[in-house]
């Protein structure tokens, strides 16, 4: 198994990245990794390698990297995060983890890998350590404007997210409003709520309904909770800062390091911008164990076997910015 790792993604990149895969090296034995950037950079790692360790890094490199702050389509074919992406639809590696700038990402990954069938919009999903059990959010920060077809596509990417990436049984789906009472919330939840209530959902999933902002938290309610990508990356930023404040997260996992993008043709992280050593670690991971349980494939036969009817929600014409169709 080989990760592509963005060298040059992140705030305070390359060293935090560089940190990261040093940490991911050590904690996994059977990973190998692609070091996509600068070969100087690339260099400072394997030197502080074993022999041993030295002999499962490979490097591609790369000079240029995508601004935070640069628009995602202009991002230039020849970047560290277009590159690490082309190594995957190559075959040279197994998956993707960046922690540069998410538009970037999202947009590099799905024009490079190509998008599932009848995803439109790729979604970020975050897997958060709630009281009652992991909950499984999304979208977090891959849509941020998305219309009620492409919320209930996005359910049916949670709920088989959930049931195949961390095995919960016949997954509760809800979707995060101002208050549990039918008709509650903005027209996009008041639009997407009966959409979701008709659905028939992948994995013997049902949709429990309206759910608050504790309940991502609590985990009672729901497994998994689906929202725009606006509100749900301000949610999951207000949750990394409260468990921050309190100490740490709750006992039953760590603190979400990383988000797994659904929806397109292969493995995909993307870590926080303002991602530490061990967040970078975390991400990676990830990656590594999306790719040995199939996650991307597994997540895939689900959709194909959603109903009919869900399919065509999920092609009906959302209003796309010409950015969001050139992704």
């Not at 990149?13 to 040093?22: E, I, N, S, T, Y």
């Not at 998410?102 to 999903?125: E, N």
């Not at 194909?304 to 869900?310: E, V």
């Amino acid at each position: 198994m080989r990760i592509a790792v963005d060298l040059l993604g992140g705030d305070d990149a390359p060293a935090v990245v560089v940190d990261g895969a040093l940490r991911a090296l050590r904690a996994d034995p059977d990973l190998h990794l692609l070091l996509v950037g600068p070969t100087e950079v690339a260099d400072g790692l394997i030197g502080a390698l074993d022999p041993a360790q030295r002999a499962r890094v490979t490097v591609r490199p790369v000079r240029f990297a995508v601004g935070m702050a640069d628009h995602p389509v202009a991002a230039r074919a020849d970047s560290t995060v277009r590159a690490a992406v082309t190594a995957v639809r190559e075959g040279i590696a197994d998956a993707v983890v960046s922690a540069g700038a998410t538009g970037a990402t999202v947009t590099a990954a799905a024009l490079g890998l190509g998008r599932w069938p009848h995803v439109r919009r790729p979604a970020l999903a975050a897997t958060l350590p709630a009281v009652a059990g992991p909950v499984v959010l999304l979208d977090v920060g891959g849509s941020l404007e998305p219309g009620p077809a492409t919320l209930a596509r996005h359910a049916v990417l949670g709920t088989a997210y959930a049931a195949v990436a961390h095995a919960v049984v016949e997954p509760r789906l809800g979707l995060l409003s101002v208050g549990t009472e039918g008709g509650k919330g903005d027209r996009l939840r008041r639009t997407t709520d009966p959409l979701l209530a008709a659905a028939t959902l992948p994995h013997g999933a049902r949709y429990v309904g309206l759910v608050e902002g504790y309940d991502v938290t609590s985990g009672g309610p729901a497994d998994v909770v689906v929202t725009d990508g606006f509100t749900g990356n301000v949610l999951l930023k207000a949750i990394e800062g409260a468990y921050a404040m309190a100490g740490g997260p709750p006992a039953s996992g760590g603190a979400p390091r990383a988000a797994a993008l659904l929806g397109v043709a292969g493995t995909v992280v993307v870590c926080h911008g303002a991602a530490r050593g061990g967040d970078v670690a975390s991400g990676i991971a990830l990656a590594a164990h999306l790719w040995r349980s199939r996650v991307t494939e597994e997540v895939s036969a689900l959709l194909d076997g959603a109903p009919a009817a869900l399919r065509e929600q999920g092609e009906n014409a959302d209003h796309l910015t010409d950015t969001e169709v050139a992704l």
